[in-house]
C-alpha cells in the first residue's frame, strides 16, 4: 500500500469502490470486482502511486474495512489501492438515503411533486449532519493519503462538501469534482434550504475544477452560483469559470462515452449467445420487430410513461399488432426506500395490463425481465431494432449510447430530448418530450418504419459519436485538465 508518509500522487474517491464484500455463515468474505470508467482510468495510469477511497457500503464491506485497517488487500482489488472507510452504519444510511439519494437526486432529476414534497424539517436537519460527517471522513481520508500537490478526482453528488472540506485541510492539493447527474436550474436548487443549497455550491466551489457530463449541466450549476451566491461567472475561451470570495474554479464539460471494444467483445460471449436464444424464443416469429429498453427502475428512467407510449403506439396502430415486441428490463433500484417499491411494482403491473389486453396466443407484446443479469441486457442490445430511452431527466444515459454499438442490424433510437446524451445524440435520434405519451407513441412508429438503409446509416453515426470518449480517455481527460 501507498504509504502515508510517502502519500499517493493520484486519488479518487467516490461513494462506491471498485469492489464489494459478501460476508459467509462461516465469516469468510468474498471479494467481487466491480466495473466502469474509474476502475479504467486507474487502471490506464497504473497502480503505484494512486489510491481510491471509498465507502463501506454493507455488512461485508465493513468487516473486510475492519479486517485491513482501511487498506484493502490489492489481490482483492486487481492491485488498486483503495481505502475503504468504516462509516458507522447509520451516518452512512442517513446520508446516503437520507440526503443523496432522496434530496439531492430529487432535486437535480426534478423528481419532487412539490404541493406535498419536500419538507425541510429537524428530521432533515440530523439527516444533514451526518451527510457532513460523511463528506468529512473522505475529506479526511483524502488529506491523510495525499503527498504533496497531489491530484485528487472526487466524484458525484454523494461527495459535494468534499472540495470545500479538502481545501481548508491541504491548500496544496489539485482538486477537481465531477457531477454524474445533471444539475438543477437555479429556481427549482432554490427549493433547497439556503444554507444547505450555499453549502453544496461552496463545496464544489473548493475544488480546482467542477466537471459536467454536458454543457447545459456546467450552464445550469453556473447559473446556481450566481443565483445563491452572486458568483461571477466568466465564459471564456477555454470555457465557464466561476468566481467566488477571491477564488476561481473552472468548469469543464467531459462527455463520458460507450467503450466499444469492451462491449462488442462481451456481447458475444457463449452465455450471451445463451440468453439471445432465449430471448428469441420468447419474441417469436423472425420478422418480428423489437423495441428494447434497459433500465434500473429509477424514477427518473420513466419507464412508466415509456410503457404507455407503447400502448398507445398499440392502440393507434394497430399494423403493429403481432409485429413487434418490447423487450423491456426493469431491474429494482433502492428498493429500501417506499417510493421505489411502488414504482416497481407499478412497473409490472403495467406490463402485465398491455399484455392482457393486446396478447394473443402466439404473441406476448410485453417481455418484461425484472432480475439484473449484463448478458441478457447484451442480448438485448443486439436484437434491437429500437431502443427507448425516455428519462425524465438524465445526466447522460450510456444505454443510449451502448445499444447502436452492438445491435446487429441496426437501431433507431427513440430518446429523450432531457437526457445528457442528446446533447451528442440528437441529430440521428427520434427525440421526444418524455411527459409527452402521444408523442413518443409517434415516434416509436416513426422509428419501427425506418427503411433499412436509413437505419444503417444512422446507427453507424449514433455509435461514433457514443464511442468519441470512452472511459480510459474519460478519465485521464480530467486528469489531464486538472493538472494545468
Not at 501507498?2 to 465469516?27: C, F, H, I, M
Not at 429537524?122 to 471522513?137: L, P
Not at 445499444?403 to 437501431?411: K, Q
Request: with cysteine; aromatic share 8%.
Amino acid at each position: 500500500m501507498v504509504s502515508a508518509r510517502s502519500g499517493a500522487q493520484v486519488l479518487v474517491a467516490s461513494n462506491r469502490g471498485p469492489v464489494s464484500y459478501t460476508k459467509g455463515e462461516d465469516g469468510s468474505l468474498t471479494a467481487k470486482r466491480g466495473g466502469g470508467g474509474l476502475v479504467s482510468g486507474l487502471s490506464a495510469i497504473g497502480s503505484d502511486g494512486a489510491v481510491w477511497v471509498c465507502a463501506a457500503l454493507g455488512d461485508g464491506d465493513r468487516v473486510a474495512a475492519r479486517r485491513a485497517g482501511g487498506h484493502l488487500d490489492t489481490a482483492d482489488t486487481g492491485g488498486q489501492h483503495v481505502r475503504m472507510l468504516d462509516i458507522p452504519a447509520d451516518v452512512f444510511t442517513d446520508a446516503y438515503n437520507g440526503i443523496a439519494n432522496s434530496v439531492l437526486w430529487f432535486v437535480h432529476h426534478l423528481l419532487y411533486q412539490t404541493p406535498l414534497e419536500p419538507s425541510f424539517d429537524e428530521g432533515f436537519r440530523a439527516r444533514w449532519a451526518s451527510y457532513e460527517a460523511y463528506n468529512a471522513a473522505f475529506a479526511d481520508a483524502l488529506a491523510d493519503e495525499a503527498a504533496p500537490g497531489a491530484v485528487v478526482l472526487v466524484q458525484d453528488y454523494h461527495l459535494a462538501l468534499v472540495p470545500g472540506l479538502l481545501r481548508a485541510r491541504r491548500p496544496d492539493l489539485r482538486i477537481g469534482h465531477f457531477s454524474h447527474t445533471p444539475w438543477a436550474p437555479a429556481d427549482y436548487f432554490r427549493m433547497l434550504p439556503d444554507d444547505v443549497a450555499e453549502a453544496v455550491l461552496l463545496g464544489m466551489l473548493g475544488g480546482d475544477r467542477a466537471a459536467f457530463l454536458t454543457r447545459r449541466w456546467a450552464e445550469a450549476f453556473a447559473e446556481c452560483c450566481v443565483a445563491v451566491l452572486g458568483a461571477e461567472v466568466t465564459h471564456g475561451d477555454d470555457g465557464l469559470s466561476v468566481t467566488h470570495a477571491g477564488r476561481t474554479t473552472r468548469l469543464g464539460v467531459h462527455g463520458l462515452g460507450a467503450d466499444a471494444e469492451f462491449l462488442r467483445e462481451r456481447a458475444h460471449r457463449p452465455d450471451v449467445d445463451e440468453r439471445l436464444a432465449a430471448l428469441r424464443e420468447q419474441i417469436g416469429g423472425e420478422d418480428r420487430r423489437t423495441i428494447v429498453r434497459v433500465d434500473r427502475t429509477e424514477l427518473s428512467k420513466n419507464i412508466v410513461r415509456g410503457l404507455r407510449a407503447y400502448r398507445a403506439l398499440l392502440a393507434g396502430r394497430p399494423e403493429w399488432r403481432e409485429r413487434v415486441v418490447h423487450v423491456a428490463f426493469a431491474y429494482p433500484s433502492r428498493q429500501d426506500l417506499e417510493v421505489y417499491r411502488a414504482y416497481t411494482d407499478e412497473v409490472g403491473r403495467l406490463a402485465e395490463e398491455i399484455n392482457a389486453e393486446f396478447g394473443t396466443p402466439g404473441w406476448q407484446p410485453v417481455v418484461l425481465h425484472v432480475k439484473d443479469d449484463f448478458a441478457r441486457s447484451l442480448a438485448a442490445y443486439r436484437i434491437a431494432d429500437v431502443a427507448l430511452v425516455n428519462p425524465i431527466r438524465d445526466g447522460m444515459n450510456l444505454v443510449a449510447k451502448e445499444i447502436p454499438v452492438v445491435s446487429e442490424r441496426g437501431c433507431a433510437l427513440v430518446l429523450s430530448r432531457e437526457a445528457g446524451a442528446y446533447a451528442e445524440l440528437g441529430d440521428d435520434a427520434f427525440c421526444v418530450n418524455p411527459y409527452d405519451i402521444t408523442g413518443t407513441a409517434d415516434a416509436l412508429h416513426e422509428a419501427l418504419s425506418l427503411e433499412d438503409g436509413e437505419r444503417a446509416e444512422r446507427t453507424k453515426r449514433l455509435a461514433a459519436a457514443a464511442t468519441a470518449l470512452p472511459p480510459d480517455r474519460w478519465f485521464l481527460q480530467q486528469l489531464r485538465a486538472l493538472e494545468q
